[in-house]
């Protein structure tokens, strides 16, 4: 054995192809993320200490990060979320510059109550605004879901549907606009 040099095997990549380690991916997902540090500033702390690493670089290990070890994650949340008794449920637009066709994209939002015992919020992005979305992300819940109201949530079966105040007491105040100036009201509680 004198004179012979063992090395130890070559780690497994975290991601195949990749020069990306463990500790490099989730330092820029947090930073993304938890930090609210967008890429192309990321990419420019780290020419500040001598490391070339393009944002093009880390939006791939970001997305083939998240669906190798963030996926079973997500799932394995969702398997918790339509356990709970209680979902709230809504959808918001959003603009992806990277869409050829640059129609409007959807976020779906889904939470668990704040009395639950585990606090749960999933974002299930979309192409469009379709029932099909949280008839399928919800498949197996079967108890109350808290919505805008939205018809696409009333294709979800085996659930019952509840509204939001909020929503409620934006169409109140929007009544109460319409009166006419002179109109005799009563100083309550209820609105502001």
Known sequence: MRGTIITAPMP????????????????????????????????????????????????????????????????????????????????????????????????????TGERSTHRIYLYDYQKSRSQKHPKEFLDGFSGYLQTDGYASYNSVPNVKNLGCLAHARRYFTDALKALPEDAISTKTNAHS
Not at 19 to 45: C, F, G, H
């Open 12 to 111: 497994k990549p975290v991601l195949p192809g990749s020069m990306v380690s463990p500790s490099l991916l989730a330092t820029i997902i947090d930073m993304k993320y938890n930090k609210m540090m967008p890429l192309y500033r990321q990419e420019q702390s780290f020419v500040d200490f001598g490391i070339d690493i393009s944002r093009q670089n880390m939006a791939s290990w970001v997305v083939k990060g998240s669906e190798k070890w963030l996926k079973p994650l997500f799932l394995r949340m969702r398997d918790y979320l339509i356990k709970e008794d209680i979902i709230h449920a809504d959808e918001t637009v959003l603009n992806c510059l990277d869409e050829k066709d640059n129609k409007n994209n959807y976020m779906w939002l889904y939470a």
